[in-house]
């Protein structure tokens, strides 16, 4: 039998999807499974999003160009405007999702056995679609004590090789919602500069920013024209995740007119998803307004949960919807799939994604965990119930 490639064999399994099988026989079982494994909120997608689609007047789902409609590229130029980025529509390419804007980043900038420097944990994607274009990840350990703050640029720079291309990311953080501050940014741009590197940064989450912060994107800094290399979505700024509509932003025309040959190669991104995309930049404030007040909610009944529990550190994220969180437990991989496989608490669990998937070092992230608080309250706290069960009952817990 002929042996798949390499490549094949090295791109990892996603640690948020990787336990489904064992979700899905637990539900089998009569189990109900509470879903904090993956960023799926229960928000509703606006509704003018949801009717343009309803109501469009086409009778030919046809491709569009292959860096998306103009029409929806003009939108965002102005959405973008509003938060003062002064961003042209030409310099927008809509994407499949924001993760083909990751890889058509990682693919129009860096060659193989180029590097990019990561700090950890970061989202787990990243490591696979670094391995599909033979791209060396080098990760750089953010702490838990301080909250996964921006590690020390000394470390970073101590990272940097003559293979090194860029730095990598993700404000606010998935999977720890860290924000990151501008101070931080621009200590990261000083180092771009120095080292002629590429700067990549996933801001999906960019509504998300709690306890009175604003989101500081890098496009807002000075210098850095044909550096940046910005990755949108709409998945989670309009609970559009099936939508698969992202957006890749640069200033940097090579870059762009690079990329563009990889979108031509896919053909188009979804017409569908365009459309629904396009209407949904006619949100009003008040939408955000609502769900950011949701999503406090729920993250202070998360935190103050864990909290509750014996053994278990959690900083509080300063945006997204995510918390990593530190347990007493032997093996976060094993004890994941314990929570599905042979654990009940009054006929529910819980489904978390293991910390280990958001490092590239290995033996990294055995205790941590990621949650994603994207349920209403109620469920969320059977969920921490449950889970606050399972610690005790669990037959690895260290303390």
Sequence with gaps: MPKISQRGATVPASPIRKLVPFAEAAKEKGTTVYHLNIGQPDIETPQGALDAVRQMDRTVIEYSHSAGFQSYREKLSAYYGKFGLDIKWSQIMITTGGSEAIQFAMNACLDANHEVIIPEPFYANYNGFAAAGDVTVKPIVASIDDGFALPPIEEFEALITPQTKAILICNPNNPT???????????????????DLFLFADEVYREFCYDGREHVSVLELDGLEDHVVMMDSISKRYSACGARV?????????????ALRFAQARLSPPTLGQILGEAATATPNSYFESVKAEYVKRRDLTVAALRQMPGVKVPTPGGAFYIMAELPVDDSDTFCQWLLESFAHNGQTVMLAPGSGFYATPGNGRQEVRIAYVLNEGELSKAMEALAVALQAYPGRTV
């Design 177 to 195: 919602g860290y924000l990151y501050s501008r101070e931080e940014l621009e200590k990261l741009k000083k180092l771009v500069l120095k080292h």
């Design 246 to 258: 992202g957006a890749l932003v640069t200033r940097n025309a090579a870059v762009m007119e690079a």
